[in-house]
């Protein structure tokens, strides 16, 4: 059975950094690249990042791009997202998802003024 959770969300101020975590079992994570998404309330589900199966890939969403990192070890089947920097408009359910479609159920980050 394939699971992927995320952690790592919270609360913090503006400026301030979390780091996400989504954690993997039941998949090979080495073989698949990760995406990060995310949805804040009443609007569509975004691209945020993505890292490829060996970690020497990556993009980002313009909105976050020299403020945000993902990161994997898959040695750990785990992928990171380092976000720097927060911004109000950066408060959102963060969400990964890799291999066919698997989806985790996120985690909330709220970003204060």
């Known amino acids: 059975q394939v699971e992927l959770v995320e952690s790592g969300g919270g609360l913090v101020q503006a400026g301030g950094s979390l780091r996400l975590s989504c954690a993997t079992s039941g998949l090979t994570l080495s073989r698949y690249s990760v995406r990060w998404f995310r949805q804040a309330p009443g609007k569509q589900r975004d691209f945020v990042a993505i890292i490829s199966s060996s970690g020497d890939y990556t993009d980002y969403a313009d909105s976050v791009k020299g403020r945000f990192t993902i990161s994997r070890d898959n040695a750990k089947n785990t992928v990171y997202l380092q976000m720097n920097s927060l911004k109000p408009e950066d408060t959102a359910v963060y969400y990964c998802?890799?291999?066919?479609?698997?989806w985790g159920q996120g985690t909330q980050v709220t970003v204060s003024s």
């Open positions: 998802t890799s291999g066919n479609n698997y």
